[in-house]
């Protein structure tokens, strides 16, 4: 009888060994890949968060413009202001010269032409003393509205004329001030 115990025990062990096994390669063979439903699902959740997120990084981009020109209109700002005072105390600077008549003042090492006292409308006036170059990080050109005529800095980005830019005239007689228009709504 001991010996048909055993008998039986090894048996068993044969059986639950050989179904063990068979169950495993079949549960190896039905879970090599994802199924088509799970593949929908990732594919659905990654497509709305791309709707979420997208709006939200194209915002920041054009918000981050409006910063960089409203930093820029500030700049202008300052620099007209402290370029005037500069030329008011200097004596080699007359505030009551115009354009064309090379009334410069050096401000950081570098000459800035005036018109009245003010940075001209040109590179090398206000775009120079506020340290910008054309090409950079922005676009500089010239405008005329009438009756206005002036300097243009846009970000070096594509955007079309009249949006997102800072527009700076010069003052065109004694006892002016420039004129420094924005526009950001474009942005």
């Known amino acids: 009888m001991l010996a048909r115990k055993t008998d039986a025990t090894v048996n068993m062990k044969y ?5 063990a096994s068979f169950c495993a390669k079949n549960s190896k ?7 088509l439903i799970e593949l929908v699902v990732v594919i ?12 939200k990084f194209i915002s ?21 202001d402290l370029i005037y005072a500069a030329c008011v105390l200097s004596a080699d600077c007359d505030e009551t010269e115009g354009p064309g008549n090379g009334n410069t003042i050096e401000a950081e090492g570098q000459n800035i ?30 405008f005329s509205i009438n009756p206005l005529t002036g300097l243009r ?19 065109k007689a004694i006892g002016e001030i420039p004129i420094v228009a924005r526009d950001l709504d474009g942005c």
Do not use: H, W
């Open 29 to 35: 063979n039905l879970s090599s890949g994802f199924t």
């Open 44 to 55: 659905i959740i990654l497509a709305v968060l791309a709707v979420i997120a997208a709006p």
């Open 153 to 171: 800095i846009r970000p070096a980005a594509d955007y079309s004329v009249n949006d997102c830019e800072i527009r700076y005239s010069e003052p």
């Open 60 to 80: 920041l981009k054009e918000d981050a413009y409006a910063g960089q020109m409203q930093g820029v209109s500030g700049a202008i700002g300052s620099a007209k």
């Open 113 to 142: 032409t005036l018109a009245y006292g003010y940075p001209r409308q040109t590179e090398a006036g206000i775009a120079r003393a506020i340290n910008i170059v054309d090409g950079e990080d922005f676009e500089i050109t010239s």
């Open 15 to 19: 059986y639950v060994n050989a179904n």
